[in-house]
């Protein structure tokens, strides 16, 4: 069975991603105890699009850019992807900083809720914020001109026939 990396499936694989990234930026990607000594501190969640803001604004670029894949142009089609590409790979990069480094990316958070700027806490990272980082690898990139559906039609506009055998 031959299977084609066609521009419909690019943009599926690319929206479906960005998505997965914009529903993960709603759930709780951290959650913060305050240790505190006399005033009683309810939990702190966080939510991805606290913990890493640039996400939501990178998956919805994702999600245009990969709808935009169905109807660029040759020239466009690469840019378009490069962008898509770049704004994964962002992605990515939010989403394991927020691996790494939880207590920064609540910050402002719990800063905003104890009024302090620093504060003994434990903090503890779900599994969302690795879910960001799996969507952003989906990743929309076109192989060549033949990926795309709409590449019959610009060959016929070329003078070329489609269906005669390359070599």
Request: net charge neutral.
């Amino acid at each position: 069975m031959k299977q084609k990396l066609t521009a419909r499936n690019l943009a599926f694989l690319g929206a479906l991603g960005a998505v997965i990234v914009l529903w993960s930026a709603t759930r709780t990607w951290i959650t913060v105890d305050v240790a505190s000594g006399t005033v009683q501190i309810p939990q702190i969640v966080v939510d991805g699009a606290s913990a890493a803001a640039a996400t939501t604004a990178l998956s919805i670029a994702v999600l245009a850019g990969s709808l935009a894949l169905l109807i660029a142009g040759k020239i466009s089609r690469y840019i378009i992807a490069a962008i898509c590409l770049l704004a994964g790979i962002a992605i990515i990069a939010a989403g394991a900083a927020t691996l790494a480094d939880p207590q920064a990316a609540a910050f402002t958070a719990v800063s905003t809720a104890t009024g302090l700027a620093q504060n003994a806490a434990q903090y503890s990272v779900s599994a969302w914020p690795a879910v960001a980082v799996a969507a952003g690898k989906t990743a929309v990139e076109p192989k060549d001109a033949s990926s795309r559906n709409i590449s019959s039609w610009e060959q016929l506009s070329d003078g070329e026939d489609p269906t005669a055998d390359r070599r």
